[in-house]
C-alpha cells in the first residue's frame, strides 16, 4: 500500500569563482503515501473498511464517520523540516464546507482491524479546511506535526450535517492519501585550486528523476490448485457467460470467446430454469475437454411458474428431487458451482404473504440445498448471487435475503460498470465492486468480507458497457486497466466470470472486443498468470 518516496524539488545552483567557497541551499519535496488508512462508522460499529476504495469523513442522518489515515515517513538524510502536509482527493459526492484533521496519538491500529467499536481516541485538532463543494482535493498543514522520520497518524472529521466527505483511499487507483515533507539541505561547493581567471560556473537545477510507482504482478505458484468447494490455493478462477441473449449456441459461443480472449474460461457459466434438467449433453462435453479444462457454473430458477414460499414448502419436491436423479446418472462427483435463482432482488415482493419475500428467498435456497443434498448431490458448490444495485442494496430487506452459512459455499454478485466518464455507474473496478450511495451500506466486498469472512468472493457476472458515442474503445480499455492491480488488493475475490453479450436487456453492448482497444485491454487481463489455475 505505501508508495516509494519521492523527491520532488531541485535547488538552485550558483556561481563558484575560483579561490572561493560558496554555500547555497536546495529544497527537496519527500512524498510517502498512506501506509494504512480505513474509516468508522458509529451506525455499523462492528464493519471493518480496510479494503474500501473510499475514505468517508463526517455525518449522515444519525452516523457519523471518521477517516484514519497512517503515514510512515522514512530517514530524510540531511536538512531541515520547513513543513508538511497531508492532501486527500475528493472520489464523489459534494464535500461538506468545513472539515478537521486531527493527530491521532496511538500508532498501533491497523487497516484491517479497525471499527467505531475499537477505535483510538483523537488528539488534538491538527489543521482545519473550507473547501470548495467540488474542489478536486483537500490539503491538510501538519507542520506543526510532521518534524523529521517517524509514524503519523491523523483522523479526518466534520461535523457539517448530511454532507458526509469521499475522498479516496489508498486502494484506489489514483489519487491516493500522500503526505508531502519539505526539506531544505546546504549545499557546499569546494574551491577551486586556481590562480588564472577563470569563467563562472553556473551548476544548473537538475530535473528529479521520478520513477511512478509500478503495479505489483503477483504470479502464482505452478501448482495453484482447487480444492473440494473449487476454492483455488492461489490465483483466481478465469470464467464467461457468453453470448448472452443472443441465438448463438452458449457452448460455441463461448468457444469463440475464448479464442479472442487469449485464455480457456475455467468457469463456464449457463443458466435453466423450471422443470430443465441439466447440465446438457453439449455442457458436460466442455468439462470433458482435456485440452481446455473447464468446470460449470449452473444458474437455476427452481422456482419458475411458482413462488419462492411454495418451494420453501416442498411444492416442487418432485422438480428438484428429478434434477437429482439426472445429475447423479449424467455428471457422477465432478464438483460443480450451484448458483440458485442470481440476482434474486429483482423479483422480490416485501409484501407479506406475496411468497415472494427476501425471507422466502433464503429459505427456498436452503430448501433446495439441503434437498438436493439428502438426495446424493454432493458435488455441488451453492452459491448465492446478488444483484449489486444500489436502490436494493439499501432497502430494509436486502439482509434477509442470506440463506445462511451452513448452505452458502460461496459469496457471489453480478455487477456492471458504465465506461463513460461522469455517467451512471461509471467507475474503476473498485466502484465495480464496493460502490454504494448510502453510508448504511458500506460496498459489496465490505459488506462480504466483513459479515461472511471464511466464505470466498465469486464475480459470477460482471462487464462494463459505454453508454457515450465518441471513444468507446478508449473508455472501456481504462476501466479494464484498473481491474488487475486493484483485484490483487481485494484476496477474497477467489473467481471472475466475465458475461458477454451484444446487447443486454437494456441495449447495452458488453462485448470486450467491441473495439481494438477494447479487446487489446481485456487480453491484457485474460494474460495475467494469478488465472493460471487447475482444476
Given at each position: ?71 510512515k515517513v522514512s530517514a530524510l538524510g540531511a536538512g531541515t523540516v520547513k513543513g508538511a502536509k497531508v492532501t486527500l482527493t475528493r472520489d464523489s459526492k459534494n464535500l461538506p464546507g468545513s472539515l478537521s484533521l486531527s493527530r491521532v496519538a496511538d500508532t ?239 423479483d422480490v415482493n416485501p409484501t407479506a404473504g406475496s411468497g415472494q419475500t427476501a425471507k422466502d428467498f433464503a429459505a427456498m435456497f436452503r430448501h433446495t440445498a439441503l434437498r438436493l443434498k439428502a438426495d446424493g448431490v454432493t458435488n455441488a458448490v451453492f ?153
Open positions: 500500500m505505501p508508495i516509494a518516496a519521492l523527491a520532488l524539488g531541485a535547488g538552485l545552483g550558483t556561481m563558484i569563482h575560483s579561490g572561493a567557497a560558496a554555500a547555497a541551499e536546495t529544497t527537496d519535496v519527500v512524498r510517502s503515501g498512506a501506509a494504512e488508512d480505513t474509516y468508522s462508522s458509529s451506525a455499523r460499529p462492528t464493519y471493518n473498511f480496510g479494503s474500501a476504495p473510499t475514505l468517508v469523513a463526517g455525518r449522515q442522518g444519525g452516523d457519523t464517520m471518521v477517516a484514519f489515515v497512517k503515514f498501533a491500529w491497523t487497516e484491517k482491524a479497525l471499527s467505531a467499536k475499537n477505535a483510538p481516541k483523537l488528539a488534538g485538532v491538527v489543521a482545519a479546511a473550507k473547501p470548495t463543494a467540488t474542489a478536486g482535493s483537500v490539503t491538510f498543514d501538519v507542520s506543526s506535526v510532521v518534524k523529521g522520520a517517524g509514524t503519523y497518524t491523523f483522523a479526518v472529521t466534520s461535523t457539517v450535517a448530511n454532507t458526509p466527505a469521499r475522498f479516496r483511499s489508498a486502494q484506489a487507483a489514483a489519487g491516493k492519501p500522500t503526505l508531502d515533507v519539505s526539506i531544505v539541505r546546504p549545499v557546499v561547493t569546494k574551491p577551486v585550486e586556481d590562480t588564472k581567471p577563470t569563467t563562472p560556473v553556473t551548476t544548473q537545477p537538475t530535473t528529479p528523476v521520478t520513477t511512478p510507482p509500478t503495479t505489483p504482478v503477483t504470479t502464482p505458484p505452478a501448482d495453484c490448485k482447487v480444492d473440494a468447494k473449487l476454492v483455488p490455493s492461489c490465483g483466481v478462477l478465469w470464467g464467461a457467460a457468453a453470448g448472452g441473449f443472443s441465438d448463438v449456441p452458449r457452448d460455441e459461443a463461448l468457444k469463440t470467446f475464448e479464442a479472442k480472449s487469449g485464455r480457456t474460461s475455467t468457469i463456464y457459466h449457463t443458466y435453466h430454469k423450471g422443470d430443465e434438467l441439466f447440465p446438457t449433453k453439449n455442457e458436460i462435453a466442455m468439462t470433458n475437454d482435456p485440452e481446455h479444462p473447464r468446470t460449470l457454473m449452473l444458474n437455476w430458477k427452481v422456482g419458475y411458474g411458482t413462488t419462492w414460499a411454495k418451494v420453501a414448502a416442498g411444492a416442487q419436491d418432485a422438480r428438484i428431487d428429478r434434477l437429482a436423479t439426472y445429475i447423479k446418472a449424467n455428471f457422477g462427483t465432478k464438483p460443480f458451482f450451484m448458483v440458485l435463482h442470481h440476482e434474486p432482488e429483482n452459491t448465492v448471487a446478488y444483484m449489486n444495485y444500489e436502490k436494493w442494496n439499501n432497502t430494509s430487506w436486502w439482509g434477509d435475503l442470506y440463506p445462511g452459512d451452513d448452505v452458502v459455499d460461496w459469496v457471489g454478485v453480478d455487477t456492471y460498470n458504465n465506461a463513460e466518464p461522469g455517467a451512471f455507474h461509471y467507475g474503476d473496478f473498485n466502484y465495480l465492486m464496493n460502490r454504494t450511495n448510502d453510508p448504511k451500506f458500506p460496498g459489496f466486498y465490505t459488506w462480504a468480507t466483513t459479515k461472511h469472512p471464511s466464505k470466498p468472493i465469486m464475480v459470477a457476472e460482471w462487464g462494463v458497457y459505454d453508454s457515450s458515442k465518441t471513444v468507446l474503445g478508449k473508455n472501456k480499455a481504462a476501466v479494464y486497466a484498473t481491474v488487475l492491480p486493484q483485484l490483487a488488493k481485494m484476496p477474497q475475490i477467489k473467481g471472475l466470470v466475465y458475461f458477454e453479450t451484444a446487447k443486454d436487456q437494456s441495449g447495452h453492448d458488453i462485448r470486450m472486443d467491441d473495439t481494438p482497444e477494447a479487446l487489446a485491454g481485456f487480453q491484457k487481463i485474460a494474460a495475467d498468470p494469478r488465472f493460471n489455475v487447475k482444476l
